[in-house]
């Protein structure tokens, strides 16, 4: 059974920095497009960041293009997004996704096949 797992939420004063880990295990993704998306409250789930199989194309939200970088250790089945300058706006559920594509890195949510359950970020003001 494959399963997504994120960890390293938590709650954070603005300005401040996260890293969110994503693990993944029941198959490898190591040659696959993975990303993050995340859902505040009251809106619809929207891109953050993707990468590609190597990690060396990646693409980000313009809300947090400079802010957040996305990056993966195919050794470790791990893939991450370093947040930092975490503003108010930031606060949502993350979640982790893997796609079956083996190019490049995409915003679409529907070439996704594999989401986590989830992990919170608060960014208090």
């Known amino acids: 059974q494959v399963q997504l797992v994120e960890s390293g939420g938590g709650l954070v004063q603005a300005g401040e920095s996260l890293r969110l880990s994503c693990t993944t295990s029941?198959?490898?993704?190591?040659?696959?497009?993975m990303g993050w998306f995340r859902q505040a409250p009251g809106k619809e789930r929207e891109f953050v960041a993707s990468?590609?199989?190597?990690?060396?194309?990646?693409i980000y939200a313009d809300s947090v293009k400079g802010r957040f970088t996305i990056a993966r250790d195919n050794a470790k089945n791990t893939v991450y997004l370093q947040m930092n300058s975490l503003k108010p706006e930031d606060t949502a559920v993350y979640y982790c996704?893997?796609?079956?594509?083996?190019?490049?890195?995409?915003?679409?949510?529907?070439?996704?096949?594999?989401w986590g359950q989830g992990t919170q970020v608060t960014v208090s003001s």
């Open positions: 996704t893997a796609s079956h594509r083996r190019s490049g890195a995409t915003a679409t949510a529907a070439l996704y096949d594999y």
């Open positions: 990468t590609n199989w190597s990690g060396g194309s990646t």
């Open positions: 029941g198959r490898t993704f190591s040659s696959n497009t």
